[in-house]
Nanobody
Framework: QVQLVESGGDLVQPGGSLRLSCAASGSIYTIYAMGWYRQAPGKERKWVASITSDGMPSYADSVKGRFTISRDSAKNAVYLQMNSLKPEDTAVYYC???????????????WGQGTQVTVSS
């Protein structure tokens, strides 16, 4: 199995910054991509950003230009630098990983438990 542990969520004022971290551990054979999703109260979970194994990032329009995703392949870790935060960024942020557990072609998706980000004055 694979475990994901997020950290870095906090209460921050509008315009502030936060850096989320996520580390994957367990029986990982190959990672294809890692990413971040978020879920605001009463709303469905939405994709925020992702990064492929060769470092290609992608962003949702709502965070483009403000958030930066990066990864450390040696540590199976992914990070989300969030700048110019807005109240609408308030949500539980979840880390995800798409990976294989062995040489077979089956690909799995795993999720972390989430970390709370609150943007409020």
């Amino acid at each position: 199995q694979v475990q994901l542990v997020e950290s870095g969520g906090d209460l921050v004022q509008p315009g502030g910054s936060l850096r989320l971290s996520c580390a994957a551990s367990g029986s990982i054979y190959t990672i294809y991509a890692m990413g971040w999703y978020r879920q605001a109260p009463g709303k469905e979970r939405k994709w925020v950003a992702s990064i492929t194994s060769d470092g290609m990032p992608s962003y949702a329009d709502s965070v483009k230009g403000r958030f930066t995703i990066s990864r450390d392949s040696a540590k199976n870790a992914v990070y989300l630098q969030m700048n110019s935060l807005k109240p609408e960024d308030t949500a539980v942020y979840y880390c995800s990983v798409r990976c294989k557990l062995g040489p077979l072609p089956t690909v799995y998706d795993y999720w972390g438990q989430g970390t709370q980000v609150t943007v409020s004055s």
